[in-house]
Each structure stands twice: as C-alpha cells, then as structure tokens.
C-alpha cells in the first residue's frame, strides 16, 4: 500500500490510516526517512507510505507535521510522530516483537551517544559536493571527513563485531545506513579505502534483507543527487 509518486500542494489529503498498519510519510530518495523504512522492514511491520513533496508541501501535511519534514509516522488514531530518531526509538517501543535497541540502559545509552556522534558527520556528505560543484577547495573538508571515516573504523576494530552495536544489526547501524547506500553520489566513496573494517560492515549491510527492500541503485541516487545539486530535486525521479 503505497503512494509513490508524491503529494504536493493542493492535493487532497489521504484518508484514514488503515487498521492494523501504520504510515510513514517520506521522500523516496530521502536518507533521514529511509532511517524509519529499515526499521518498518527489519521488524516486519505492516505500514503504507506517502510520499511527500517537499519543495511544495500539501497543507495538509503542515497541519500534521508543522516542521514540514519527514519521515513522520500516522497511526490509525491520526497520532502523529516526526523526527527520524524518534520514530524509529517509537517503532521499536511499540512493536517489541524483534527489538533493534538493546535492553541494556548503558548499551542504549551508547548507542544514542554513537549516533549525536555521527550526526556531526552528516554534514560533510551534502558540504563536500556542493562546494565542489559552486569551485570551492573542498580538500580541508575531505581530509575531515577522512578522518571521521578512519574513526569509524577504528570503532570497528576496538569492537571486534562485525556491526556497530554487535555481530548481528542493530538500531544504530540503520541510522547510519542511508549515507553509505549513498557515497558514490556524495562523490566520497574513495574515502572508504584504508578503512577495511567499516568498508567490510557495508558489505554486509547490503546483504541485508530491509537494506535491499529499500534501497535505489547508486545510479539513481547520483541521478537524484545531480537534480538536487541543480537546484531543483526531482523526488518522482525514476516513475
């Protein structure tokens, strides 16, 4: 059950959650709601998608959502919760059935802290290309994000896990997901090299099966990404 092209304003409003699902309001080639799709996948529940356009957003949208961003998730009731972090701590609280968060108050903890961590590295992926686009010297921002790359790995290797929380995937490692599936159309990919262990975890996140339910090809993300850079994001990309 899915919207997949997306709703822009003056479109009408879409009915009443469904018994038994859940929505997620996204945008396709969004990283920050492919976060709450992994973990609507991972566990195995039942949800639609709407997707959203977010250069002209519906009214309807802004009346449930007043920051206008997704992911957001609907309930039947019409309770609303946004925020890709939150949605998905609210997804694995409330569908307890294959937990991604660890039961341990300091393993939790540590998770959270891994993942504020890596919201500090977030920005160089988008900074990076379109500097690089507009002419700038881009090789201070590249030897930075080097540097947090080279800290990941070493993340790995002290672990001694396979996963960033584990041997098996955990909540943190569908956070920081969505922009690895990414590098080649960040134009960072390189930077993976002289790190084994973290070049090693994403191959095995690809062999994941709700990384591979919904992921897009790096062809389609650097076809969505160009039309980003341009200026002018085409969200239907590829319908």
């Known amino acids: 059950m899915s919207a997949e092209k997306c709703l822009a304003k003056g479109s009408a409003a879409p009915g009443p959650v469904p018994k038994d699902y859940i929505r997620v309001y996204s945008m396709r080639f969004c990283p920050f709601a492919q976060r ?4 609507l996948k991972a566990k195995g529940i039942k949800y639609e998608t709407i997707n959203v356009h977010l250069k002209e957003k519906p009214d309807w949208y802004l009346k449930k959502n007043p920051f206008g961003l997704v992911p957001a998730l609907e309930t039947p009731a019409g309770e609303v919760i946004y925020e890709s972090a939150i949605t998905c701590e609210y997804l694995d609280e409330v569908y307890p059935e ?3 968060l660890p039961s341990s108050p300091f393993a939790k903890a540590q998770q959270k802290m891994m993942l504020e961590h890596f919201s ?4 160089y992926f988008y900074k990076i290309p379109m500097d690089r686009k507009k002419g700038e010297d881009v090789s201070g921002l590249e030897a930075e994000l080097k540097e947090k790359f080279a800290k990941l790995n070493e993340d790995l290797v002290n672990k001694k896990t396979k996963f960033f929380g584990g041997d098996s995937i955990t909540m943190i490692d569908y956070m920081m997901w969505p922009w690895f599936e990414r590098v080649e159309a960040y134009q960072v990919k390189q930077f993976l090299d002289g790190n084994p262990e973290l070049k090693k975890w994403t191959e095995l996140m690809l062999q994941d ?12 993300h650097k076809a969505f990404f160009k039309t980003f850079l341009d200026g002018n ?7």
């Open 36 to 39: 709450t799709r992994l973990v």
């Open 98 to 100: 294959k937990k991604l």
């Open 120 to 123: 500090k590295v977030i920005p």
């Open 209 to 220: 099966s709700a990384v591979k339910a919904t992921m897009f090809s790096p062809d389609a």
């Open 233 to 239: 994001p085409d969200f239907d990309y590829g319908l």
